[in-house]
């Protein structure tokens, strides 16, 4: 029932910035934890970042000083704004939704960092 639809991704070089954006349809979006998490060529899927439904958030400790995870309810949307982008950030991200356990995925958007 769960719609999750990544944006934003994009080539950049080292050190540059990119916001991301997921946006939801077909639940109250208040009611969900959001989170964001990135899987690199031949590596295992990893958390990137978390927001509660409270808006209580959490980072994984190679984005922390980095990255900011955000929401904004009215808009069912939940964003990560990146900067000091370095090249091992190179990953698709995927948006997670999850209440009460049930977890749903979107298709996931590609960011590249390369010179």
């Known amino acids: 029932q769960v719609e999750l639809v990544e944006s934003g991704g994009a080539l950049v070089q080292p050190g540059g910035s990119l916001r991301l954006s997921c946006a939801a349809s077909?639940?109250?979006?208040?009611?969900?934890?959001m989170s964001w998490h990135r899987q690199a060529p031949g590596k295992q899927r990893e958390l990137v970042a978390a927001?509660?439904?409270?808006?209580?958030?959490n980072y994984a400790d190679f984005v922390k000083g980095r990255f900011t995870i955000s929401r904004d309810n009215a808009k069912r949307a939940v964003y990560l704004q990146m900067n000091s982008l370095k090249p091992e950030d190179t990953a698709i991200y995927y948006c997670?939704?999850?209440?009460?356990?049930?977890?749903?995925w979107g298709q996931g958007t590609q960011v590249t960092v390369s010179s």
């Open positions: 997670n939704s999850n209440f009460r356990g049930f977890a749903r």
């Open positions: 927001i509660t439904s409270g808006a209580t958030t």
């Open positions: 077909g639940v109250i979006f208040s009611l969900l934890d």
